[in-house]
C-alpha cells in the first residue's frame, strides 16, 4: 500500500520525470492531468447532453428514421 501513495505522490513533483528542460517537466507533469480533464468533458457531453445522434439520408422516410432511431436506443444507449 505504501508503494501506491508514493508512485502517486512522484506525480506532483515536476522533477520526478527525468527532463532537463522546464518544457520536458511540464509535459511529464500535466500531460495526465489535461488528457483527464478533456476525457471527462468528452464522457458527460455523451451522458449528460445529446447521445449519439444519427445522421439519416434524405430519401428516408419517417418510418425509416423512426427504425433507425429505435435500433440506436436499443444498441447504444
Request: proline content about 3%.
Amino acid at each position: 500500500m505504501d508503494k501506491l501513495f508514493t508512485a502517486f505522490g512522484d506525480m506532483k513533483d515536476p522533477r520526478a520525470g527525468g527532463g532537463d528542460s522546464f518544457c520536458d517537466r511540464l509535459n511529464c507533469s500535466f500531460t495526465v492531468y489535461v488528457l483527464a480533464i478533456f476525457s471527462i468533458l468528452v464522457t458527460t457531453r455523451v451522458y449528460v447532453g445529446d447521445q449519439v445522434s444519427c445522421w439519416c439520408p434524405s430519401h428516408f422516410t419517417d418510418s425509416h428514421v423512426e427504425y433507425t432511431n429505435k435500433v440506436r436506443e436499443r444498441t447504444y444507449v
